[in-house]
């Protein structure tokens, strides 16, 4: 029997509309998830940068008590270290609380706001640095100052001036475990410092990664008691003096900080100044050091990073009142990252 020929029947015009209505479906939701997952990456991403950050974080001892020997460590729930080109720490005590409000009305904002915008506009961080005290008022005083302002470190180290390679260590120590920057900057509250100015010292193509960036100077490292003057290293040597940055401020690249975290607190000698013992400690371990004059100045210039009277004063000699006698000052104040306060 012969086989009955192939036909094609065409299929129901139903049977499309069906398929076409699926096909549309899965389109549809297709579409959708794309779009969906378009819109939440932004939006993550943006609600990461926003999540406010405690500024104000309390570093304590890992075995209790303040001091030497010891070994400092950072207590505090939110341990994801903060990326910045530069983290600095504005050293200050129970008897500067004149100078931070000076600060506070000249080149370091008062609200969280204008710090944030000063962060993103400089790479920088900022921080005031102070220990404790046994003074239960000055205690007090200072947790007001904290809730107020929130632009704090606390050390749980006794805040003495005899203590101050200690508290130094320490900041050193509490700035790395916080903070991943690739300088870390020790300044004081009595200078009028330049945030931008400083942001583009630090952003410079290096070839050293161990640097130490200060203003230099050659002086003496420690007193003889048999004497009543202090007798410098470098003369006891053979005239080669011992060169250490200035006080005010300088700044350890992040691999020389690195190192420091690494030591305990006793494994090098403790001078009776920190800035001498940093500077001890630096040639120690063979770092680079970078003189930098912009970082001593006694007046504001278009160049000038950090300003205060040298040689008078460590510092400038009348911080409150100068602070703000400098910002009133067009060659201070004026500068692309700095916003008056009137």
């Given amino acids: 029997m012969p086989s009955s020929p192939k036909y094609a029947y065409p299929r129901s015009s139903s049977s499309y509309s069906r398929r076409l209505t699926v096909l549309l479906l899965c389109f549809l939701i297709g579409l959708a998830g794309f779009v969906f ?27 209790g008590g303040g001091g030497g020997g010891r070994d400092g460590m950072v207590s505090d729930e939110h341990q994801t ?43 920088l961080a900022f921080r ?3 220990g404790r005290t046994p003074d239960k008022s000055k205690m007090s005083q200072l947790r007001k100052e904290v809730e107020e302002y929130d632009d704090f470190m606390l050390l749980d180290i006794e ?37 931008d100015r ?21 002086g003496p490292v420690f007193t003889d008691p048999k004497l009543k003057w202090y007798e410098p290293l470098s003369y006891l040597l053979g005239k080669e003096y011992f060169l250490h940055a200035y006080g005010p401020i300088y700044a350890l690249s992040a691999d020389v900080v690195t190192s420091l975290v690494a030591l305990r607190n006793d494994s090098f000698r403790m001078f ?4 001498v013992t940093i500077g001890a400690w630096m040639l120690a371990m063979n770092v680079n050091h970078e003189n930098n004059r ?19 004063c460590s510092g400038l000699c009348n911080p409150e009142k100068k602070l703000l006698e400098l910002h009133q000052t067009e060659s201070c104040s004026k500068s692309p990252t700095l916003e008056s306060e009137d």
């Fill in 272 to 275: 009776s100044n920190e800035d």
């Fill in 37 to 63: 997952g378009f819109l939440a990456i932004p939006s993550r991403s943006a609600a990461y940068k926003c999540r406010s950050k405690p500024r104000s974080v309390s570093v304590v001892w890992e075995r």
């Fill in 294 to 312: 912009l970082l001593c100045q006694p007046e504001c210039t278009p160049s000038s990073i950090a300003v205060w009277d040298i040689p008078k």
């Fill in 198 to 218: 400083l942001s583009l010292l630090l952003a410079k193509e290096r070839s050293h990664s161990q640097t130490y960036l200060g203003c230099m100077k050659k």
């Fill in 128 to 130: 005031f640095v102070i």
């Fill in 159 to 195: 805040e003495e001036y005899s203590k101050l390679p200690y508290k130094t260590l320490a900041f050193f120590k509490a700035a790395y475990a916080l903070f991943d920057a690739e300088f870390y900057v020790k300044a004081d509250d009595d200078i009028y410092l330049r945030p």
């Fill in 81 to 123: 270290r903060h990326k910045v080109m530069g983290f600095v720490g504005i050293q200050t005590g129970f008897g500067s609380a004149g100078r931070r409000r000076s600060l506070r009305r000249t080149w370091m904002p008062s609200d969280q706001q204008g710090l944030q915008r000063l962060e993103e506009a400089t790479g």
